[in-house]
């Protein structure tokens, strides 16, 4: 029943319990064993050392609790109507607590804990300036600040807003019933580990050097000034990361169930444990190197060289990708990277069921390999060419193989390895320039629309036939009937090989070069201003619909040709001819 209007100090060689109506401002005092103030209309302080043998509780009724020479050895409870703000010379273990706005806890020489519900109506800093933060009992309404020399661990009953934090080793946070995210930077020295159990994750001040743990009911999004390597997680919907002067990696499986976006603003990207639901984005100041079970791409933008992994199923795209380097797709599955904004700037390298791949301008293939279907397209919005440096394959039976370009293929090493090959399109942009594919191919049936040239050598027979192109899983199709070609056509079969005519062909100069004659079956039409003949063989050219202006031929052996129109013949050098217009 004190009325006390000083100070007070409190000697006592067991417990000491005071009330005072107004203030209480604690003097130099030493209790041997509890302590408990009470001040019913202000604040309780301190002026001078209180050393405490055993627990401690302030309760501010109507005011506040500012008490920075504490020495106490047990537990500490406080009670405020406004805020509390308390320093310990050595650990402090926080009892039952209900603080009415910001607390304040110090801890100079250990750890600080708690032990039961620590109830805060504003923010809360926590520091232990010489240990570590262990509070799984927190009920902290505003942002929570932790600095400790050691580890940090905080589970609050909601949201969880970290302001300035600097933890020497390891943070791990929780939040039970709503989001984590950050107002200021959280510097963290080890791991840090995230947890929203009902909500979600978005801290974007993060300075965090060991890897990151993050669990999320909801979505999560984190940006570290340095480098990001994923521990195990599980985020609900979207992941977000982003790292921005090191690396992102992860160390072990990083569930997601909507989409995820990694990016490496000035390093590389390297993650072969993610699974998500929905689609994947890479930005990668240097290189990229991803491995999933399944790889649907968002918007990927990626400096280096790319390598995408897909051990289970396909390599889809939702948006575009770019690639200032190479690019390397592999699949169990397919590859249908057929968006026209697509930009590879490096040489491409593919292995799928099907590859189908659309650049936006210029591409340039490596060594592609498929099992059914190979559609490759350059200049798909920008004028563009199509260069293969290597080896074009389908193994089955009836492999197809596509070639669409607006300025021409050029073939430069490798051969194309196909059941059926089919250049150009319907539509202009799909086949103009000119398609040079002039090494030892090993094409079966062809088929071409191209607006400009094509030049095809064959180190098999050369059958020109009707094809349709249909991809099972990426969804091209195209329909291409003989060769439709507007300025020349050069078909060359090597090795003791024929060419055989079983669609129409037609342009404005036709070169025919086989080492074992060429036939044509019935109404598979000639239609040239110029058309030359040479190699060795029997070449019957005998469909009465042909029509060519001009005729030469230098063959070793047989010519038999119907024209019907009248046909100037310019040179024949032939064993036999016939020739009739």
Do not use: H, W
């Amino acid at each position: 029943q004190l009325d006390v209007m000083g100070s007070i100090g409190l000697i006592a060689a067991t417990s000491a319990t005071v009330v005072n109506t107004t203030a209480v401002d604690l003097i130099a005092s030493n209790v041997g064993t509890d302590l408990n103030v009470t001040a019913t209309t202000g604040d309780i302080t301190d002026s001078d050392t209180v050393t405490v043998g055993g627990e401690t509780s302030f309760n501010a009724i109507a005011g506040s609790i500012d008490t920075d020479q504490l020495n106490v050895t047990g537990p500490i409870g406080l009670n405020a109507s406004g805020s509390a703000s308390i320093v310990n010379t050595t650990a402090v273990d926080l009892n039952a607590s209900n603080v009415g706005t910001d607390l304040n806890v110090t801890a100079t020489t250990g750890d600080v804990t708690d032990n039961a519900a620590v109830i805060v109506g504003g923010d809360a800093c926590f520091e232990s300036i010489a240990g570590g933060i262990d509070l799984d009992q927190l009920d902290v309404m505003g942002s929570i600040g932790l600095i400790a020399a050691t580890s940090a661990t905080v589970v609050n009953t909601t949201a969880v807003d970290l302001k300035a934090s600097n933890v020497g080793t390891d943070l791990d946070v929780t939040a039970t019933t709503g989001d984590i995210t950050d107002s200021d930077t959280v510097t963290v020295g080890g791991e840090t580990s995230f947890n929203a159990i009902a909500g979600s994750i978005d801290t974007d001040q993060l300075d965090v050097t060991g890897a990151i743990g993050l669990d999320a009911f909801g979505s999560a999004s984190i940006v570290n000034t340095t480098a990001v390597d994923l521990n195990a997680s599980n985020v609900g919907t979207d992941l977000n990361v982003t790292a921005t002067t090191g690396d992102v990696t992860d160390n072990a499986a990083v569930n997601v169930g909507g989409d995820a976006c990694v990016e490496a603003t000035a390093d590389s990207i390297i993650l072969d444990q993610v699974i998500a639901g929905g689609s994947i984005g890479l930005i990668a100041g240097q290189d990229a190197t991803f491995t999933a079970d399944a790889i649907d791409f968002k918007t990927t933008n990626v400096s280096g060289n790319l390598v995408a992994t897909a051990t289970v199923g396909n390599i889809t795209q939702l948006q575009t990708v770019t690639v200032d380097g190479t690019s390397s797709f592999s699949a169990i599955g397919s590859i249908c990277l057929t968006d026209p904004g697509n930009d590879f700037d490096g040489a491409v390298t593919a292995t799928g069921v099907e590859v189908e791949i659309v650049d936006r301008d210029d591409l340039t293939t490596a060594v592609i390999t498929a099992t059914d279907n190979i559609f490759l397209r350059s200049g798909a919005t920008d004028t563009g060419g199509l260069t293969l440096t290597g080896n074009l394959t389908t193994t089955a039976v009836a492999g197809q193989t596509l070639l669409q370009s607006d300025d021409g293929v050029l073939q430069t090493g490798g051969i194309i390895s196909t059941a059926q090959l089919l250049l150009g399109g319907n539509s202009a942009d799909e086949g103009s320039g000119s398609f040079e594919l002039t090494q030892s191919n090993l094409v079966g049936l062809l088929a071409a629309d191209v607006d400009g040239a094509i030049d095809v050598v064959n180190a098999t027979a050369i059958v020109v036939d009707s094809l349709s192109y249909s991809s099972a899983t990426c969804g091209t199709t195209e329909a291409i009937a003989g060769l439709d070609v507007l300025t020349k056509i050069r078909l060359r079969a090597q090795g003791g090989n024929a060419i055989t005519l079983n669609q129409s062909i037609s342009s404005d100069t036709i070169f025919l070069e086989s080492t074992n004659g060429v036939t044509q079956a019935a109404m598979a039409t000639i239609t040239a201003t110029n058309l030359m003949l040479s190699g060795t063989g029997i070449f019957d050219l005998n469909d009465a619909t042909n029509n060519v202006e001009n005729l030469a031929a230098a063959i070793v052996g047989d010519l038999d040709y119907f024209n019907n129109d009248d046909v100037a013949v310019a040179q024949l050098d032939c064993d036999g001819v016939t020739v009739c217009g």
